[in-house]
């Protein structure tokens, strides 16, 4: 199989477009006449990384509790990473991955018209995914009320600065892999890592002996999907996804937490790949025990070798072509506070409330309303025939992930044909389902203070995204 695809990449340099894709679906033809089930398809790949790790010590997001203190050390690099796949007719997806908690909407706006501009993507086709790892900086205005709002002018010109540094590596790191875009392979699994927990349903000091009883309570999704990239029989790139938080880490010291530790592992292991990280949908799923570098050496060290499992057993060819869709839905909030409740509540004992409350306050005495709606992005690629990857706004819990794969997957595959990314585009806030929604806590409308929302989402949230959802995958 491997040969077929080389030589059909070789032909279709030499002859052409059109030609190669006759001369490749001459050789499915005869491969099915001799037994053969598998088609082919010609896919170019390329693929880069570059480092964003802050240039000088700043502000770290993720955690309130530490304050305007600045990082004091490095465990591992932060970087963004490129992936730019390219099928037969030309259409392009761009995979952009971010070791970073998330990025606000105008800063993520700004770099898509960016690399629009700069490279001819459309919107549809450009995707950046963070990490959400709680070891990276504070990121422009992404959790406004809990940093931004609370630090000094100087440590506001230090986030202002690096958000623009972070465009310019996001080009550059782009640019560098459309330089490396050749004639490829692309190959498809799943596995499985079980070190995520439903946060919500068990206690922290409970965990390992409900683990080692097998009592763990509430869903998860342990999942681990994995896209192979070869070139000329190398693996070029892996990309790979899983739904928990990156927060085995609070310590003052950059890193990309778990999911950085296995990338750095994958590439060690394989000299000359690009390893990309998704994060799925984990809004409600930590990684535990946790606050031990061994611990987060640990995790990563697990997910690495589910990565290379799959790695090692019989992939699935990706046949067909890339389709790529971009929408934005309005997800309506609740009910508004008024502003007599925003003036009561801009005088809270806690900074966060209060800073959300002036903020918002601010925004009606400028003639503005409060918003009734965010443009949610909801993007789905889709890979040849049969993987279907989703792309989901700001810190999703993991029922979404669930219920799309449920509703949409393929049971003989065991649902593993559907991939739910979360954090992608931008990240808002916590995404609740209906059922978290109800049960309130955290998750359920909590957070919405930390984000600077003026409320929480309408019990709509869960199927106005779920609508979205199949209205993109019909």
């Not at 997806?93 to 800063?107: F, K, P």
């Not at 958000?163 to 550059?172: C, G, T, V, W």
């Not at 409330?353 to 909801?378: I, M």
């Not at 990857?389 to 799309?404: N, Q, S, T």
Request: hydrophobic share 45%.
């Amino acid at each position: 199989m491997t040969t077929l695809h080389r030589c059909g990449g070789d032909l279709s340099r030499v002859w052409g477009r059109k030609l190669g894709m006759w001369f490749r679906a001459g050789l499915a033809v005869v491969a099915c006449a001799l037994g053969g089930t598998e088609t082919l398809a010609a896919w170019r790949a390329g693929a880069a990384s570059i480092v964003i790790t802050p240039p000088q010590p700043m502000p770290m997001a993720g955690y309130a509790s530490r304050g305007a203190q600045h990082a004091q050390g490095l465990l591992n690099d932060l970087y963004a990473k490129a992936l730019v796949l390219e099928d037969d007719a030309g259409e392009r997806g761009l995979l952009v991955t971010l070791d970073l908690v998330g990025i606000e909407r105008h800063l993520s706006l700004s770099i898509c018209q960016r690399l629009q501009q700069a490279f001819g993507f459309e919107r549809r086709q450009i995707v950046l995914a963070a990490s959400h790892t709680h070891s990276g900086p504070v990121v422009a205005k992404n959790l406004r009320p809990m940093h931004y709002e609370v630090l000094s002018e100087a440590d506001r010109e230090l986030v202002d600065r690096y958000a623009r540094f972070l465009e310019q590596r996001i080009e550059a790191v782009v640019r560098e892999a459309l330089a490396a875009l050749g004639p490829a392979e692309l190959s498809w699994g799943s596995g499985r890592a079980d070190f995520a927990v439903n946060r919500r349903n068990n206690r922290e000091a409970d965990v390992p002996r409900l683990r080692e009883a097998g009592q763990l309570q509430g869903p998860v999704d342990h999942d681990v999907p994995v896209l192979a990239v070869h070139r000329e029989g190398r693996l070029a790139a892996v990309v790979f996804g899983y739904a928990c938080h990156c927060t085995v880490l609070s310590g003052f010291d950059w890193s990309g937490d778990y999911a950085g530790f296995a990338q750095q592992i994958l590439e060690a292991a394989h000299p000359g790949t690009v390893a990309l990280f998704w994060a799925g949908c984990g809004g409600d799923q930590n990684p535990i025990p946790r606050r031990e570098v061994a611990l987060a050496r640990a995790y990563g060290e697990q997910l690495a070798r589910r990565v290379e499992a799959v790695l090692a057993a019989p992939l699935r060819p990706v046949n067909g072509g890339l389709s790529c869709r971009y929408t934005e839905i309005p997800l309506r909030f609740g009910e508004l506070p008024t502003r007599e409740a925003l003036v009561t509540a801009s005088s809270s004992n806690n900074k966060y409330e209060a800073a959300r409350a002036r903020s918002l306050l601010a925004q009606l005495d400028a003639g503005q309303s409060l918003p009734t709606t965010y443009p949610y992005p909801v993007t789905l690629w889709r890979l040849g025939s049969e993987v279907r990857w989703f792309f989901l706004g700001g810190e999703v819990v993991v029922d979404y992930a669930l219920r799309i794969k449920a509703e949409l997957g393929t049971a003989e595959r065991g649902r593993t044909d559907v991939w739910v990314a979360a954090y992608s585009q931008d990240v808002m806030a916590y995404i609740p389902s209906r059922r978290v929604l109800l049960e309130g806590g955290y998750e359920g409308g909590g957070a919405m203070i930390y984000y600077g929302h003026p409320t929480v989402w309408s019990s709509e949230v869960e199927e106005q995204i779920l609508q979205a959802v199949h209205a993109a995958a019909p």
